[in-house]
Every structure is written in structure tokens, then in C-alpha cells.
């Protein structure tokens, strides 16, 4: 939603300036997909790994403020991970289901969406240069439930574990552009968006409903959750982009046009509240080392019919963020002591990595007097991400690895959006 006020300068070379407010909707969050497949290991393998290393007195208490993941945390107390001894100084844990066989199951349910107050101001000079400029008051909001199940035909049980993931915050973006048209027929354009400042927080639960039968026949159940008042505060900056255009006027009949844009994802930072790096600079380092500079490219044209009638058509591919070692292998790598890589958020195992992104749209635009006009527009989007129930997990020295096999999640969507607009 938005509104334009136009003022003409009555000066032969400044022509006009304009000011505008809106409102828009960035991106939807609204998705549900489930999977049940066994994809190569169990999930309480990988949690003892990223424990191992810490002391029992780290790890026994939920209300205990440790260093220690809060997922290993979670395990111990519901007892699906166990020291390999009684020793009060263990840091070696394994799972307490050793047989392989297993089923696994994931449904996953995912809410909200990003938008932005929009204040741009722009001008127009001799009909050749146009410029403009935007500061973004941005929202996010991400919601995640889900529920993981492993059953152990050995153990006659399993457990569930399920998550809630609450991720709100707040944002400021500034975006500058020209147009420089040339000739009447040709018209050129480049723009910045600066990065997104977001000062953000999450808000976690997690519970494990377990019932098992053990090695020596006893029935084990446990019913364990993390603190209500879970949550962390941090600064999120995503990274800046550039975006060169092209468009060409063809007998005042057709529009054809080009856009590419470039984005350096290696950009994104992460902080504290505070604004230090303590605590993230193992993570602004993987940030650095897994993620790249992307592309998108836009190609579109219109071919006006009749003066009233308009059709469209267009096309639009994403580059995904990853580099491809990454993306091809996720893994949370072992660097001895209590330091690993972290590529899930608090109990939350599951994630994907984000394929490319195709949009195909076309469209019709008819205007029935000079002021009112209406589009009617079709886009069909095409995603294939990579599922992982948790990440792989491979340690130093070559010992103790747990597989996790990729699983695809083919996203497909097809929106129509109408469009109706006012000149006074």
C-alpha cells in the first residue's frame, strides 16, 4: 500500500520531486512439510558428540547456566544420552540407543514474514536524470514449531522432541538510485541498498517425552523441557547489494528490461546488543568461510496492445548464498575442547540449506481512464532446499563421525496479485 505526492518545481531543468509513503510485505514465512525417511544416523549420536567434552555438573541441572548446548543439556536429563561411566568427571557420552535400526519422522510448521514502512523521496531532472533515495523501517518475525520422533525397534520406544522457535526483531535499511536516460528509447539505472540493521531475539522451548526400554529390560520414560523464560538478544547485519539495470522502448509500443544484482553475503555480522563480537567471532568466521557473493538476474517485458491494454511477462533466477563445498556437506566439525561449529539454533536439530530460486510470471494491465488503472499478475516459484534432520557431525581425528543424509524439499507456489491504482 502507498501514496505518492508529486510536486512540480516550475523550473525548466528540476521538473518534479516526489515524496512517498508505503507499506510492503518482503517476504511470507508460511510454510508446513513433513518427512519420513531414515537418513543415516541417529540424532542422539550427534547430540552426545556436541557434548562430549563437558562435565557432568555442567550438563545435570536445566536451570543451570552452562556453556554447554542446551540440546545435550535437554538429552541427559530425559536420558537419551548417558556418560560412559559413573565418574563424576566423564566428558565422554554416548547415545543411549546403540542399535542402528530406527525410524525418523519430522513435521515442521513455519510462520511469519518480514515488512517495511517505506519513506522515499526522488526527482527528475531535464527528463534525463532521475533519482531517488528510501529509508526502510523494517519487521521480522519467524515462528517455528516442530516435531522430531526416533523409534528404536530394539528398544520397543523412542522419544519425541519437540521445538519452539520464536524469532522477532526490528531493522534499518537505506537505498539509494539513479536513472539516466540517455535517448528516449534507452534508460539506464543503478542502484545501493545498504544492510539491514536488526537488533533481534529469540525466544526457545524445547521438551523431550521419552519411553524406551533399556539394555537390562527396564522401562524408562521422562518427560523434560527448558526453561519458559528461554531467549537471547542479539544484532543481526545482512549483507548490501547492487543493482544495475537496462531498459529499452520500443516504438512506444514495448518495454524490454534487464536487472542483475549482486549481493556479498560474507557481509552478515553478528553481535551483541552492545554491538561486540564476543561470544559470535566463531561464527562471524564461518560466515566468512561458507557463505559468497550471489547473483540475481530480472528479465522482463510489456507490449502494450491497445493505448488502455498491457500484457507482461518476465523471469527472474536467484543464486543461492553457499559456497558449494559447504552446501554440498554441512557439517559441524569437532575442534577439540568444547568449541564446534554451530549450525542449529537452540534445540532446534532440523535445517535447510536454500537452493536456487526460479519465478516465472506474466500478467495483463488495463487502464480504463487516465486516473484508474488495474494489473493482474501470476507468479509461479520454484525452490529445491536441502532437509537435514540435523547436521553431520565429524570430529579432528576421523573418530566417532555421525552421518546425516540430505533429504529434498521441492518447494512450488503459485500467487496471483491484483494491483489497482489512483491518480488525483
Known amino acids: 500500500v502507498s501514496y505518492i505526492m508529486s510536486y512540480d518545481m516550475y523550473d525548466d531543468e528540476w521538473k518534479t520531486v516526489n515524496f512517498s509513503i508505503s507499506y510492503n510485505r518482503l517476504k511470507n514465512f508460511n510454510r508446513n512439510y513433513q518427512a519420513k525417511t531414515f537418513n543415516g544416523g541417529s540424532l542422539t549420536d550427534y547430540i552426545a558428540r556436541i557434548t562430549t567434552g563437558y562435565f557432568l555438573d555442567d550438563i545435570k541441572d536445566l536451570g543451570y547456566e552452562s556453556d554447554a548446548p542446551m540440546l545435550g543439556v535437554l538429552a541427559y536429563n530425559a536420558w537419551i544420552i548417558n556418560p560412559e561411566s559413573n565418574n563424576g568427571n566423564e566428558v565422554v557420552y554416548k547415545s543411549a540407543f546403540p542399535d542402528p535400526e530406527l525410524s525418523q519422522r519430522l513435521n515442521v510448521q513455519e510462520s511469519g514474514g518480514i515488512s517495511s514502512w517505506d519513506f522515499s523521496l526522488g526527482g527528475n531532472y531535464a527528463d534525463k536524470f532521475y533519482w531517488g533515495a528510501t529509508l526502510s523501517f523494517t519487521d521480522i518475525s519467524n515462528s517455528i514449531k516442530s516435531w522430531y520422533d526416533e523409534d528404536f525397534p530394539a528398544a520397543d520406544g523412542g522419544y519425541t522432541l519437540y521445538n519452539e522457535l520464536d524469532c522477532e526483531g526490528s531493522g534499518l535499511q537505506l537505498a539509494v538510485g539513479a536513472i539516466f536516460k540517455p535517448t528516449d528509447a534507452l534508460r539506464l539505472g543503478i542502484s545501493y541498498h545498504s544492510p539491514t540493521w536488526y537488533s533481534m531475539t529469540n525466544y526457545y522451548y524445547g521438551s523431550l517425552d521419552v519411553g524406551y526400554t533399556d539394555d537390562l529390560g527396564k522401562n524408562v520414560s521422562a518427560y523434560e ?75 522482463g517485458g510489456e507490449y502494450r496492445f491497445t493505448p488502455q491494454f498491457s500484457g507482461r511477462i518476465g523471469y527472474a533466477w536467484m543464486q543461492n548464498p553457499y559456497n558449494k563445498s559447504f552446501a554440498s556437506a554441512p557439517i559441524a566439525y569437532d575442534f577439540g575442547g568444547d568449541e564446534y561449529k554451530r549450525l542449529i539454533t537452540g534445540t532446534v536439530p532440523h535445517f535447510t540449506i536454500s537452493g536456487d530460486t526460479h519465478n516465472f510470471t506474466a500478467g495483463i494491465g488495463y487502464r480504463f481512464t487516465p486516473q484508474f488503472y488495474m494489473d493482474l499478475a501470476f507468479v509461479y516459484w520454484m525452490q529445491t532446499d536441502d532437509l537435514y534432520y540435523f547436521p553431520k557431525f565429524r570430529t579432528t581425528d576421523g573418530t566417532g563421525n555421525v552421518p546425516s543424509n540430505v533429504i529434498a524439499l521441492k518447494n512450488n507456489n503459485f500467487k496471483g496479485l491484483l494491483t489497482v491504482g489512483l491518480k488525483f
Open 225 to 299: 523441557s527448558t526453561p519458559d523464560n528461554g531467549f537471547a538478544s542479539y544484532r543481526l547485519q545482512t549483507p548490501y547489494s547492487w543493482t544495475f539495470s537496462v531498459a529499452s522502448v520500443i516504438n512506444s509500443r514495448a518495454i524490454l528490461s534487464l536487472d542483475y544484482e549482486i549481493k556479498d553475503y560474507r557481509n552478515m555480522y553478528l553481535s551483541n546488543v552492545d554491538f561486540t563480537e564476543t561470544g559470535y567471532g566463531i561464527d562471524n568466521d564461518f560466515i566468512r568461510q561458507d557463505y559468497k557473493t550471489a547473483s540475481t538476474l530480472r528479465v
